[in-house]
């Protein structure tokens, strides 16, 4: 399984960003997949989640309302859309899998997840 996060880079404050996260080796459509990241000297931390066909998605509240999970499984590929970015959202960003649920299900735990992408920094200036 490979996970391969795409995306990232610097951005000012007030703009936005979209992250891909390209998935092989699996069958996408039946994996949870979630986003994550880890901000430096700080503990990873869960941003969004989304069920095997899109119908339910989970966000921290920190960036509810600004970020979008979304995904493509004719693609294999999960999408984060980061808009009114903060520099506070500067993180190495993850996206992970999980084939733990059932449709209709996601999870926002970092340890209910199987498989995880390389990362990708997002840096954001004030």
């Known amino acids: 399984v490979q996970l391969q996060a795409s995306g990232g880079g610097l951005v000012q404050a007030g703009g936005s960003l979209r992250l891909s996260c390209a998935a092989s080796?699996?069958?996408?459509?039946?994996?949870?997949m979630g986003w994550f990241r880890q901000a430096p000297g700080k503990e990873r931390e869960f941003v969004a989640t989304?069920?095997?066909?899109?119908?339910?998605?989970d966000y921290a509240d920190s960036v509810k309302g600004r970020f979008t999970i979304s995904r493509d499984n004719a693609k294999n590929t999960v999408y984060l859309q980061m808009n009114s970015l903060k520099p506070e959202d500067t993180a190495v960003y993850y996206c992970?899998?999980?084939?733990?649920?059932?449709?209709?299900?996601?999870?926002?735990?970092?340890?209910?997840?199987?498989?995880w992408g390389q990362g990708t920094l997002v840096t954001v200036s004030s």
């Open positions: 080796g699996l069958t996408f459509s039946r994996y949870i």
């Open positions: 989304i069920s095997w066909a899109g119908t339910r998605k």
């Open positions: 992970a899998a999980s084939d733990r649920g059932v449709a209709g299900s996601y999870s926002v735990r970092a340890y209910e997840y199987d498989y």
